[in-house]
């Protein structure tokens, strides 16, 4: 899929719908939402000068909650916050200690505490639609992004329902990924894709062994010397997940990200050149092995454009999502740009 075709197909957004906008109880803030017909997000802005984000979000905790159940995401604008510490402090006063970015699967960069920088691809590139860590059977519910610099052009965060996604698959498709899941493959160590020492956030390899034990992921240490990689991983998750709170189910996973079809065809055809398939950096199967149909994935990447929505960031956003209930992405870009995010309450998969 291009990008092109991509941004024809966007639902995108500019200015917030000024009639839509409600004033909160308290007269502290107002709500609205972008000129569509998606109530995804919640637009959230102060009513008054100088509010406190972390303040507010503390003192108004189970209602924020509510809205992030509802609509599946929140974007706070304007309220000027600084810097990456009041970031921080406001994704705290909502759910507690923000989680380590481990079992990583991009390259991030750390900036402070648990806050990272967003996924650090060429700005080429397109990252497409995703919910956070869905190809593990531990994730957060919770994953927030701040907005400190803009890019010149491009550059936005693309944002999914969740829900919507799994209702539009097709039911066929749908049965054949329940009753297999996904099965995740990856060989470290190619120097094509991120080393294990990444990935785990360790240079010991029992710390890693001790992991994948805990986490049911299959292991195989290899031999550099001959096969070029060092470490081969396998783990068969879900692919679709039922909210905890709400009991909604969702498509979650991320066979449209790891599968070699999502390779352009020109870095597809060399990859193939020179691995076999199970020796390809990062590759999705059904969870038996099987291989997964590339008309498949490529029905279900175009549903993930059908549903997406698109909005420009202005400095000093905060969008907060329910990773379960909401996709994100990124858009190419042209210029700088910087957008931090951080990760809250962990949740584990009841089915394995």
């Not at 008054?48 to 905790?61: C, F, G, R, S, T």
């Not at 991320?254 to 390779?263: C, G, V, W």
Request: one cysteine or more.
């Amino acid at each position: 899929m291009t990008n092109t075709k991509f941004n024809q197909n966007l639902k995108q957004l500019g200015n917030i719908n000024r009639k839509s906008i409600s004033v909160f109880e308290n007269e502290l803030i107002k709500t609205a939402f972008l000129p569509s017909n998606t109530s995804l997000p919640l637009v959230v802005q102060p009513n008054v000068d100088h509010l406190n984000i972390a303040i507010w979000i503390q003192n108004n905790h189970a209602w924020i909650q509510s809205q992030i159940l509802k609509h599946g995401g929140i974007l706070f604008r304007d309220f000027n916050v600084k810097d990456v510490a009041e970031f921080q402090k406001s994704i705290q006063a909502l759910s507690g200690n923000l989680l380590e970015y481990s079992y990583r699967s991009t390259p991030r960069n750390h900036v402070s505490g648990n806050i990272y920088t967003s996924t650090e691809y060429p700005a080429t590139h397109f990252i497409p639609l995703h919910n956070e860590m869905s190809y593990s059977r531990t994730w957060p519910i919770k994953i927030a992004f701040f907005c400190i610099k803009k890019s010149e052009q491009g550059g936005e965060t693309p944002i999914a329902d969740s829900r919507k996604i799994f209702s539009r698959i097709h039911p066929k498709i749908k049965e054949k990924f329940l009753q297999k899941g996904v099965m995740y493959v990856r060989n470290y160590g190619v120097g094509l894709d991120l080393s294990w020492q990444n990935v785990f956030n360790t240079k010991n390899k029992l710390d890693v062994e001790t992991y994948c034990h805990q986490a049911g992921i299959q292991l195989e240490w290899r031999d550099k010397e001959n096969s070029g990689f060092s470490l081969r991983t396998r783990q068969i998750c879900q692919a679709v997940a039922k909210h905890p709170q709400t009991s909604e189910i969702v498509w979650f996973n991320q066979a449209h990200l790891f599968h070699i079809s999502s390779l352009d065809n020109s870095i597809r055809a060399q990859l193939l050149a020179n691995f076999s398939a199970e020796d390809l950096p990062r590759n999705a199967y059904y969870g038996d092995g099987s291989p997964i149909e590339d008309s498949i994935l490529e029905e279900i990447r175009e549903t993930y454009q059908q549903e997406a929505i698109i909005f420009p960031w202005q400095e000093g956003d905060v969008l907060l999502l329910d990773n379960m209930l909401s996709a994100h992405g990124r858009m190419p870009f042209q210029g700088s740009r910087k957008v931090v995010v951080g990760m809250a309450e962990e949740y584990k998969s009841p089915e394995h």
